[in-house]
T-cell receptor, first 114, second 112 residues
Framework: NAGVTQTPKFQVLKTGQSMTLQCAQD?????MYWYRQDPGMGLRLIYY???????DKGEVPNGYNVSRLNKREFSLRLESAAPSQTSVYFC?????????????FGSGTRLTVV | QKEVEQNSGPLSVPEGAIASLNCTYS??????FFWYRQYSGKSPELIMS????GDKEDGRFTAQLNKASQYVSLLIRDSQPSDSATYLC????????????FGKGTSLLVTP
């Protein structure tokens, strides 16, 4: 069982470059999430999609956009990368948003912006 | 942003002892509570969930919830060196579509 698959695992960008982080889940989950994790800051929610066709901002959405392409896939785009976006990015999915049964996380993308 | 607070640690316990990890949350309407374990360089892994007041046991792990005090705890009995990791408390947030709000984590070190 693949679970939640994130690509790429590592990426180095120059300031101002753009990129898309890909996330796909094969568990037929309705809800998907993007978090970033920084030392001393914990996991912070960037965007989430409670169900196919909907997306909403989380705690730290500035500088990011998302697309819920279908039920399986939820991508995160950095239009113009900044050093402050250096972080580890985790995608997660859950069966449903309400009555949350917990998340399954992907393995993460370690992004460095220079 | 509603808060989820944890002591950052490190919490050091000897092998075989009970490790006690604590978490407080500020959003009174939260309904679901989780403990995740995260090894260095890895993704978080769900180890316990609890939804009602009281204790919930699963093997060596016990989660405790007190909604009146807005307090969640995790007890790890017979701690092993392999339990050394960061433990994340997570609480659902109705104000953001029930997405989970995470604490910053408590680092646990179990010494042989």
């Amino acid at each position: 069982n693949a679970g939640v698959t994130q690509t790429p695992k590592f990426q180095v960008l120059k300031t101002g470059q753009s990129m898309t982080l890909q996330c796909a889940q094969d568990m037929n989950h309705n809800s998907m999430y993007w978090y970033r994790q920084d030392p001393g800051m914990g996991l912070r929610l960037i965007y989430y999609s409670a169900s196919e066709g909907t997306t909403d901002k989380g705690e730290v959405p500035n500088g990011y956009n998302v697309s819920r392409l279908n039920k399986r896939e939820f991508s995160l785009r950095l239009e113009s990368a900044a050093p402050s976006q250096t972080s580890v990015y985790f995608c997660a999915s859950s069966e449903a948003a309400v009555a949350n049964y917990g998340y399954t996380f992907g393995s993460g993308t370690r992004l460095t912006v220079v | 942003q509603k808060e989820v607070e944890q002591n950052s640690g490190p919490l050091s316990v000897p092998e075989g002892a009970i490790a006690s990890l604590n978490c407080t949350y500020s959003d009174r309407v939260s309904q679901s509570f989780f403990w995740y374990r995260q090894y260095s360089g890895k993704s978080p892994e769900l180890i316990m969930s609890i939804y009602s007041n009281g204790d919930k046991e699963d093997g060596r792990f016990t989660a405790q919830l007190n909604k009146a005090s807005q307090y969640v705890s995790l007890l790890i009995r017979d701690s092993q060196p392999s339990d050394s990791a960061t433990y994340l408390c997570a609480v659902n947030s109705p104000n953001s579509g029930y997405a989970l709000n995470f604490g910053k984590g408590t680092s646990l070190l179990v010494t042989p």
